[in-house]
């Protein structure tokens, strides 16, 4: 089966077919470092990685660039409530973007753009778009003539005529159409500024994108992924800027994840309403957060909350005691580097053959993680089945090819089964909150035992039950 992915511009699933043989070049949009990253932030990262790791695992050379935004509205805002330089704030936020980064496992990109440094780029492609008519200055501002773009909506499904309808100038704005976007900002006093031939000013925040994935990636390229927030009106202005400057597609694949959801609410900075990563990461283990973030199919929304959380710690517990079932039977685990992917005859067995072939479909349609997933959970009970036969020569072949594939294929999805595990001591309290609860269940009390697990999950611990015992681990 071919590599399959749903393109949001086309509406279709098309076979990959790349640009360059052999070669990929990917541009995600990354964050706007007024604050440090929240969930959202590191969905869209997660997803990123994915799709870019999936490449990687087809035989692909990847050229992946996540950029910043370095200097916006917001940021400028935060720095002058601070008393501090704006680039304080934003190389603040960037440091801790890619810190956790590193604790989710998500592999750095080969570039990481900052407006502010890619100047030059950004007002050479402003000048083209005014060269060709497609943009104009006007008080020290720079236009898009949206107009001019008759394709304009293409990517969001909206109409111009539906946007002029609601369309307004604001204060302060020379446009000649209510719908033109600005690309370059003039300058306001006590704000960064850099020369231009327009006068002094700043990037507008879309034409910092196009310019930046251009440099990098070249005037067509593969794909361009971002936040499902974005497709309107961030990603339609770089389409239209972009096509018209150089006549050609922009992107040929465009992905979008799905937005992270509280409360039936989008995580967002802007209201407030997110918890920061750094926050979920001291209270559980990042590689149970990676392990939720891809449990559902990255174009979905996906709710945040604790139980959802415990319940990807619980589910992981399954994929890391089949690991260590086999341990204890077949002795010292793998090493932790130089894993080749498992072949279907290194397999070992029919069941993790079949796995193999499964996972590799999933991931092929549309990276599915969330299906592919769901393979590797029937391996690991097949792997706990195998881990008590008694020992054959069949068994170890089994046991031994099914561990390999099982710690090899959630390696591709960057969740490590073999990094060590934390060792917390269980307060007494918990424990005893425990022996409680197994009173209860051993007198079919399933009331009371729900109830007193939720009070453990608050505690801040997970339950694992097993045939004979509750396994009981700490959130974080």
């Not at 083209?128 to 773009?149: H, K, M, N, T």
């Not at 499904?157 to 704005?173: F, N, P, Q, Y």
Request: charged share 30%; net charge negative.
């Amino acid at each position: 089966m071919s590599l399959r992915v749903l393109d949001n511009l086309s509406r279709e699933k098309r076979d990959f077919v790349p640009v360059q043989t052999g070669q990929v070049g990917m541009y995600v949009c990354g964050m706007t470092v007024q604050d440090r990253p929240h969930v959202g932030h590191m969905r869209a990262a997660v997803v990123g990685d994915l799709i870019r790791r999936t490449l990687l695992r087809r035989g692909y050379r990847v050229t992946y660039v996540n950029n910043f935004t370095d200097v916006e509205d917001k940021i400028l805002a935060r720095a002058k409530e601070e008393g501090c330089d704006y680039l304080q704030v934003a190389q603040r936020n960037m440091t801790c973007y890619l810190e956790f980064v590193d604790k989710l496992n998500i592999l750095r990109a080969d570039h990481y753009p900052r407006a502010t440094e890619h100047i030059p780029e950004i007002q050479d492609l402003v000048q083209r778009l005014i060269q060709q008519d497609f943009a104009y200055p006007s008080g020290g501002d720079v236009y898009f003539r949206v107009e001019r773009f008759p394709r304009y909506g293409k990517l969001s499904g909206r109409k111009i005529d539906e946007l002029r309808s609601g369309a307004r100038i604001e204060v302060g704005e020379n446009k000649d159409n209510p719908l033109d976007f600005t690309l370059w900002k003039g300058a306001r006093e006590g704000e960064p500024s850099w020369p231009s031939p327009w006068g002094p000013g700043r990037p507008g925040w879309h034409i910092e994108c196009s310019a930046m994935s251009m440099k990098y990636l070249g005037e067509n390229f593969d794909f361009h992924g971002g936040g499902l927030d974005l497709i309107f009106p961030h990603h339609e202005n770089e389409i239209a800027q972009s096509e018209c400057a150089t006549g050609k597609a922009f992107a040929n694949f465009w992905v979008h994840n799905g937005l992270v959801m509280l409360g039936g609410e989008k995580m967002s900075k802007s209201t407030k309403h997110f918890f920061l990563i750094e926050d979920v990461c001291q209270k559980i283990d990042p590689r149970v957060v990676r392990f939720y973030l891809l449990s559902t199919h990255f174009r979905s929304p996906i709710e945040f909350s604790e139980i959802r959380l415990a319940e990807a710690d619980q589910a992981l517990a399954r994929l890391l005691g089949a690991v260590q079932a086999a341990n204890e039977r077949l002795g010292p685990t793998l090493p932790r580097d130089g894993l080749d992917p498992v072949t279907p005859e290194e397999a070992g067995s029919e069941e993790a053959r079949r796995t193999i072939d499964a996972f590799n479909e999933a991931l092929d349609d549309d990276f599915n993680s969330a299906k592919g997933l769901g393979h590797l959970f029937e391996l690991a009970r097949a792997m706990n089945r195998w881990a008590g036969e008694r020992e054959t020569p069949e068994f170890r072949t089994a046991l031994e090819g099914g561990r390999r594939v099982l710690v090899d294929l959630a390696g591709w999805l960057g969740i490590d089964l073999l990094a060590p595990s934390e060792v917390c001591e269980v307060p007494e309290a918990v424990e005893e909150l425990v022996r409680q609860r197994t009173r209860a269940r051993a007198e079919r009390n399933w009331a009371e035992a729900d109830r007193l697990r939720n009070v453990i999950q608050e505690a801040g611990y997970s339950l694992e039950d097993r045939d004979d015992q509750t396994i009981v681990r700490p959130l974080r």
